[in-house]
């Protein structure tokens, strides 16, 4: 018998899981300036592998100096324009995985409860929708390989649908909390006013 989702802990939810791996897994296109800088890494990384002998560490020192690769490489694209949507991103997958943490942590026993932790998903279910956004910007302005990407916006939709379908469950809370209410109450609803029972 599974427990509701509303009682599971939240390392056993699949939305807050896939939000984690989407944080992850977008933060390292980001170090790699959305895939389109060279893979060239610093000569200092080259010093640290255990597997590159001393002769081939020297060798490569050289050649780092001959043809000035220490130097930062003139950009095709401004780096103000590359910080400022790596910036907008880990923004957005910030306030997502803060979004579903500060949810998860309301159990609502009242009608405002409920409100402000159905605030909390719809905020989640919003990072996802400009994440997309801010993706298929990004695939229309750079020379990014859209291949690469694939999995992670199909991460996204499906967190989309996990979370949408979190706020369902969350659904008979609601219900649980209406009943328990006066009948003559009228509480606010998010489009709109709930009828009077």
């Not at 427990?3 to 790699?32: E, G, N």
């Not at 780092?64 to 950009?75: F, V």
Request: with cysteine; charged share 35%.
């Amino acid at each position: 018998m599974s427990v509701p989702k509303t009682k599971q802990r939240l390392s056993d939810l699949q939305f807050y899981r896939t939000a984690l791996w989407l944080r992850k897994t977008i933060v390292f296109y980001l170090l790699r300036d959305f895939g389109i800088r060279d893979k060239i890494r610093k000569v200092g990384f080259f010093r640290k592998t255990v597997d590159v002998t001393e002769e081939d560490r020297a060798v490569i020192q050289q050649l780092a100096d001959k043809y000035d690769l220490t130097n930062p490489l003139i950009e095709e694209y401004p780096m103000w324009y590359l910080e400022d949507e790596r910036t907008c991103i880990t923004g957005l997958l910030r306030s997502l995985v803060h979004n579903i943490r500060r949810a998860n942590k309301i159990y609502p026993t009242t009608v405002a409860e409920f409100d402000q932790r159905r605030a909390y998903q719809n905020n989640a279910i919003g990072d996802c929708e400009v994440l997309l956004a801010e993706f298929q910007h990004l695939i229309e302005v750079l020379p990014i390989d859209i291949n690469k990407y694939e999995e992670t916006v199909e991460k996204i939709d499906t967190e989309v649908e996990l979370l949408k379908g979190w706020k369902k469950a969350d659904n008979r809370l609601l219900k649980g909390i209406l009943k328990r209410i006066s009948p003559q109450q009228t509480v606010s609803k998010e489009d709109g006013e709930r009828d009077v029972f």
